[in-house]
């Protein structure tokens, strides 16, 4: 079973900095796509970031793009997302996810997991104005 934690997000004033972290155990990480998503309040989750297997493709929502970076070490099986110049309108609960066998990080970014996905806790960014 694939289990994934989500870590380092925090309270920061806008312009500021902050580094997630995604650890994952039960699957063979290097073969997977993996992706960064967030649900706001009253929204609906979305994709932020997606990153292919071996890191050669990687995808951004325009919200983000210039401003995060999504990396990831396979030797730690971990996966992470550097935010910089956060944005009051990047305060969401994020998450990370793996896609199914065979899915691109291009196909995984256009159409997330359900809402009834097995998601991880999440990690809160709460960026102030």
């Known amino acids: 079973q694939v289990h994934v934690v989500e870590s380092g997000g925090g309270l920061v004033q806008a312009g500021g900095s902050l580094r997630l972290s995604c650890t994952v155990s039960?699957?063979?990480?290097?073969?997977?796509?993996m992706g960064w998503f967030r649900q706001a309040p009253g929204k609906e989750r979305e994709a932020v970031s997606c990153?292919?297997?071996?890191?050669?493709?990687?995808r951004y929502t325009d919200s983000v793009q210039g401003r995060f970076t999504i990396s990831r070490d396979n030797s730690k099986n971990t996966l992470y997302l550097q935010m910089n110049s956060l944005k009051p309108e990047d305060t969401a609960m994020y998450y990370c996810?793996?896609?199914?066998?065979?899915?691109?990080?291009?196909?995984?970014?256009?159409?997330?997991?359900?809402?009834?996905?097995?998601w991880g806790q999440g990690t809160q960014v709460t960026v102030s104005s």
């Open positions: 039960g699957l063979e990480f290097d073969n997977y796509s």
């Open positions: 996810a793996a896609a199914g066998a065979g899915v691109s990080s291009g196909s995984l970014c256009s159409r997330p997991p359900p809402s009834n996905f097995d």
């Open positions: 990153i292919s297997s071996a890191s050669l493709r990687t």
